[in-house]
């Protein structure tokens, strides 16, 4: 049978609490030792055979004046400890609660996208059991076939994520320029693009871009997911563009688009995972490819960021280390 919780954390606690005091007590030794020395000295007590000088009443005060010296710096060193200990063990704390909160967070926001597919294919079970053969029937059966695709990419996507933020890279030097316009391909052939327009820009004067260092197949998942995110927020007629150029020893990629927008509040967890905003849950979607993204460039030593206008549009960036090319 296990132990209950309650003795076992109050049988933790009093060897941390006694190694404190036995801390703060060895800090009031050279006091206690210089007390002792004085005394003896005024007392005559003390006597020093190799420069034959008799203890006095003023070595006595030296004696104690050191000694209380030398347990005020071990008292400050102690509080120092002591001080550092507390700091750490609150950030700890901070931390667990704050990992704690997200794990909840996540979890609700799960339970939130497995609920709507699961309601949905229990109400069309329902309806094709009750239905006759024909149109309703096959409906209904359509229906759930929808949503288990949905739950499907809901949890392939989930396990990217795992993957890239815990599996190996296969690093290697990444052309850039071929990456984006590979993504660029790949959507612009999706059913989704064929009203947007999406443009590509990309320097090749005096020199094109330089190469960045990491892994070929994720740097594409992460480009299409950024590309494909931007077509499916822009309406017919709108526009992407995919723009690149080094900066500072980096790589700056960005997507901007000509979608709705993002509101100010709701900017800041654009890269959370499972998080939909009121405003894009009129669209299809997980709330995982942003999240991916942030995984995959995070992954390869680089940092995310995003800007948006309310009926203007959006950009997302993210930068790259970019690999020095050697001089010919």
Known sequence: MPEPHGPANGAARPPARRSWWAR?????????????AAVAAQAGAIEDPRIAVRASAELGDWLLALGIAGSV????????????????????????????????LLLSRLDHELKNPLTAMRAAV????????????????????????????????????AEVQTGRIDSRPVDVSALLTEAVEVVGEQPDA??????????????PLPPVH????????????????????????GTVEVRARETAGSVLVEVADTGAGID?????????????????????????????????????????????RLGAGTVVRFRLPARPVPDP
Request: glycine residues 8%; without cysteine; charged residues 20%.
């Open 73 to 104: 710096l071990a008292a400050t060193g102690v509080a120092v400890l002591w001080l550092r200990h507390r700091y750490r063990a609150r950030v700890g704390a901070q931390a667990a609660a704050a990992a704690a909160a997200d794990r909840r």
């Open 194 to 207: 064929a009203d947007r327009e999406i443009r590509l820009d990309l320097p090749r004067a005096p020199w």
């Open 214 to 237: 990491g892994d070929w197949d994720l740097l594409s998942l992460a480009v299409v997911n950024l590309v494909d995110n931007a077509v499916k927020y822009t309406p017919p007629g």
């Open 126 to 161: 329902a309806n094709a059991g009750s239905a006759a053969p024909g149109p309703d029937q096959h409906a209904a059966l359509g229906s759930i076939q929808e949503q288990l695709l949905r739950l499907s990419r809901l949890t392939a996507d989930l396990r990217k994520i």
């Open 24 to 36: 703060w007590l060895l800090a009031g030794l050279p006091a206690a030792l210089g007390i002792a």
């Open 264 to 308: 100010a509040a709701d900017l800041p967890h654009i890269w959370e995972e499972l998080y939909r905003s009121p405003r894009a849950r009129r669209i299809p979607g997980s709330g995982l490819g942003l999240p991916l993204v942030r995984a995959v460039v995070e992954r390869h030593g680089g940092t995310t960021a995003a800007e948006s």
